[in-house]
């Protein structure tokens, strides 16, 4: 509706929570029968998912300079709504 680099903003926005939530899924990936071993994976899973984003996120500060930021902050809150949307689900 607003042109293409509120378009690409929006689709950069959308792959930054995906990218984040896939490097979270190939760490957790593995899976264990101890409790203790599992929060801690979840733990540094989630640490890293959020290092991603925030280093995505300043690469589209520097390399997308013509970014509509509206756009992508709602491309990324749309995926990350319908990602835990999705958890609803399950």
């Given amino acids: 509706m607003s042109g293409a680099v509120q378009a690409w903003s929006a689709a950069y926005g959308g792959a930054i929570a995906v990218i984040g939530s896939l490097m979270y899924a ?3 990936a593995g899976g264990t029968n101890d409790a203790n071993k599992a929060f ?3 733990i ?3 640490v890293v998912k959020i290092f991603i ?3 995505l996120f300043v690469l589209a500060l520097a390399l997308f300079q013509s ?3 509206l756009w992508l902050i709602l491309g990324f809150a749309v995926a990350t709504l319908a990602y835990w949307f999705s958890l609803l689900a399950v």
């Fill in 26 to 28: 190939m760490i957790v």
């Fill in 40 to 42: 801690r994976t979840h």
């Fill in 44 to 46: 540094r899973a989630e």
């Fill in 53 to 55: 984003t925030v280093v």
């Fill in 67 to 69: 970014a509509s930021w």
